[in-house]
């Protein structure tokens, strides 16, 4: 076996291209990605460490193949809520919102967790890893968490400093054992790739009525939040920006590997 792999074989990418390219409308001979020269490669061991947590790779369709307009909001966001087009304090649109933080994954190759989410029941009770959630071993990434201020909890309850504490102290590690790929790091999944990655390929994530949170960085230590989730069963038009005296305790999430 090679030292790397390369990752456009990797783990059904290709399957999942050709899914993509179907969704929309795009021809085989159409390149995807914006710098298809750029394509990570992947270590044996890195690829068995993204795979104990459920990490998946995905390509992020360019802007020029899939922009972010009004015909990709009427397919992958039907039911969402009358303030996504609406105008919020700042004078923009959450729309507007999710196509600024949306730019910088398009065109891209993302790895996203696609570790089950469960329903919530109060206090933070359920574990991901199943359907109803009751079974805390099933969950991938709870021996990092142990390591961490998220110790002796489930993914429920945890508001953005210690969630950017978490991701922020996987990326360092994982790069120190060498288990990330060159120029990756850990985020929590953005709101769009959410969206995306759950409508196409994940449609069981739709089926319990829980939230996630996820962001967009800003700046070091600075990020847009936003509650994302179903609004039936392959629908996952829900989102909503969290802002202050935002209800934390329902929001559960998901981490993914982006470019920095």
Not at 43 to 52: E, G, R
Request: overall charge neutral; charged content about 20%.
């Amino acid at each position: 076996m090679d030292s790397t792999a390369d990752i456009r074989d990797a783990r059904g990418l290709r399957t999942r291209e050709d899914t993509l390219r179907q969704y929309f409308g795009v021809g085989a001979d159409t390149e995807l990605l914006d710098s298809p020269a750029k394509r990570p490669s992947l270590t044996p061991a890195i690829a068995d460490h993204l795979d104990s947590v459920n990490l998946e790779w995905h390509v992020i369709p360019s802007a020029r193949v899939a922009p972010f307009d009004d015909r990709y909001c009427r397919r992958l966001y039907p039911t969402a809520p009358a303030p996504f087009h609406s105008w919020l304090s700042d004078g923009h649109s959450v729309r507007d919102r999710l196509a600024y933080g949306h730019r910088s994954h398009q065109g891209r190759l993302v790895a996203i967790e696609s570790t089950m989410k469960p329903g919530y029941l109060p206090d933070a009770q359920q574990a991901y890893g199943s359907k109803h959630g009751f079974e805390t071993t099933s969950d991938p990434l709870l021996r990092y968490m142990d390591h961490t201020s998220l110790a002796g909890t489930t993914r429920y309850g945890h508001k953005f400093l210690g969630l950017g504490g978490f991701v922020d102290t996987l990326t360092n590690n994982w790069r120190r054992l060498a288990l990330l790929p060159q120029g990756y790091r850990v985020t929590l999944c953005p709101p769009v790739l959410f969206n995306l990655i759950g409508t196409l390929f994940h449609p069981e994530w739709s089926q319990t009525a829980s939230l996630e949170v996820g962001f967009y960085w800003e700046s070091p230590g600075s990020a847009r939040c936003y509650a994302v989730g179903p609004n039936g069963d392959g629908d996952f038009s829900y989102v909503r920006p969290i802002e202050i005296g935002f209800d934390w305790r329902m929001l559960g999430f998901r981490i993914a590997l982006i470019p920095e």
